[in-house]
């Protein structure tokens, strides 16, 4: 998850659950671009991390404006034979923390702001294997337009982004070449995305998409 404290500043709060070194290296090529930074460790599931991460944004950066929360895991098997364990580990990342997030992020961000969730297009691809993931996501695609109505009167935006094939190490993580190449190639522009690719579509909804506003905006370069 990333708390952003203003809307034209470098991003200064990232959080992570278990890579702090891939945080601290985002956080250097900030600070190395004349950006503001920090970094905190926190699982989005637990109510009491979330807090802590909201008090340190407010109290290092004086409020929040954007809320990008991207955390999520993905864990593969056909329905038949998913284990119910992996199935209650992703529903405590995928919704139980996305539910968290945005309960503090209702309260914590200022108006003008914007709270950007994210989603997946592997619903529409329907790729077998993603059953539970999916469903998972689902549950972000739901919450996003009725956070936007609760919100009614408080100037903040809530939308959500469903990446498609997207080359991070997420996606690639246990995936052959010719799986990876073979992906590429559904996509009409015929490649992955990049993280390049999504992080437009962050900046465009925490800045200048205002009217853009309870929606789950696909990125996947039309593979979907």
């Known amino acids: 998850m990333t708390a952003t404290a203003g809307r ?45 991460l909201f008090d340190t944004v407010e109290r290092e950066y004086g409020g929040i404006d954007v809320v990008v ?23 405590r990342t995928n919704i139980r923390g996305t539910f968290v997030v945005n309960q503090h992020a209702a309260h914590r961000v200022r108006g003008g702001g914007a709270i950007i969730n994210f989603s997946t297009s592997v619903g529409k691809l329907a790729l077998p294997t993603y059953t539970a993931y999916a469903a998972s996501k689902g549950a972000v695609d739901a919450l996003t337009p009725i956070l936007v109505k609760e919100l009614r009167g408080r100037d903040i935006t809530v939308n959500a982004l469903a990446p498609g094939p997207t080359a991070t190490p997420l996606f690639l993580d246990g995936k052959d070449q010719e799986t990876v190449d073979r992906m590429a190639r559904q996509a009409p522009l015929e490649r992955l995305g990049v993280p390049e690719d999504i992080a437009e579509a962050v900046a465009f909804l925490a800045g200048p998409g205002r009217w853009v506003n309870g929606q789950t905006f696909d990125v996947n370069g039309g593979i979907a």
Do not use: C, F, Y
């Open 69 to 91: 929360h991207t955390a999520g895991i993905v864990l593969l098997a056909p329905l038949a034979e998913l284990e119910l364990d992996d199935l209650d580990r992703m529903h």
């Open 8 to 52: 034209n500043t470098a991003t200064p709060g990232k959080a992570t659950a278990g890579n702090p070194d891939r945080a601290d290296e985002v956080v250097a090529t900030i600070r190395k671009n004349s950006g503001n930074a920090t970094a905190a460790q926190a699982d989005v599931a637990e109510e009491t991390d979330v807090a802590a």
